[in-house]
């Protein structure tokens, strides 16, 4: 599914210079769920931005689906991550003034599918991810756990390959943390979709089917958990 070969990111700032991945080299099977762990500023939002295409490398290869990144056009780049992919982000990103099926809705009519078989899949997802009976209220009116899953029900409308997730659970209390990867753990098993998980939390990140701890930059350690 992602195949990255000496991946390199550097920021400069002025005359700062951040050299935030450092010859990344990593191959993600597909169906599989990776977490992504480390301390904070080791570099997991940065790898999963650079894998997702969200962005650019400074050196080095990344392929999905047996394509290069680098060799699209941003149009093209913007296309195939609407058709294949999925994010879900701690802040959820949900529109205030929307319900959580017309949030959820939002991928497929951006990507010109009808209204009327976009509400069909939203609803059908929203049910999947335990909101049968909450479709219909803002998110102003939904626990920060019921926004998440409106976010993952977004993140899955599209059947997209692979899903990217940054810290999905740094909002919640543990409980609903447990729930929420949970809820993920099951839909990649059912779905066969692939999930890349970036965590700070180690109960969270032992979920997955694989660990990769970060550290300045470079995979430090790589190993399965003991649920395996």
């Given amino acids: 599914m992602v195949e990255a070969k000496n991946v390199h990111k550097v920021y400069e700032i002025g005359s700062l210079r951040v050299d935030a991945l450092q ?20 570099g997991k939002t940065t790898l999963l ?34 058709r294949r ?17 017309e949030n959820t809705e939002l991928p497929l009519l951006l990507s010109g599918c009808n209204q009327k078989k976009a509400r ?14 909450r479709e219909h209220h803002k998110p102003a009116e939904l626990s920060g756990g019921e926004q998440q899953r409106v976010a993952i029900a977004r993140s899955l409308v599209n059947d997209p390959a692979i899903v990217w997730a940054d810290e999905l659970t740094g909002n919640l209390d543990a409980e609903t ?15 066969k979709q692939t999930f890349v998980v970036v965590t700070h939390d180690v109960s969270i990140g032992e979920m ?10 470079v995979i430090e350690k790589e190993y399965k958990p003991f649920h395996q």
């Fill in 85 to 101: 992919m999925g994010f879900i982000f701690q802040a959820y990103n949900l529109l205030p003034v929307l319900t959580a099926v």
């Fill in 208 to 217: 997955a089917d694989r660990v990769l701890k970060l550290r300045d930059g």
């Fill in 177 to 191: 943390s447990q729930q929420i990867m949970a809820l993920l753990c099951k839909l990649n098993k059912e779905n």
């Fill in 23 to 42: 010859g990344i080299d990593l191959t993600i099977k597909k169906g599989e769920m990776i977490s992504v762990m480390g301390p904070s500023g080791c």
């Fill in 49 to 82: 931005n650079c894998l997702s295409g969200l962005d650019d490398l400074t050196k080095g290869i990344v392929k999905i689906e047996g394509v290069s990144l680098a060799e699209m056009s941003d149009n093209k780049k913007t296309e195939y991550r609407a």
């Fill in 120 to 133: 069909i899949k939203a609803l059908k997802v929203l049910k999947l991810v335990g909101l049968e009976g």
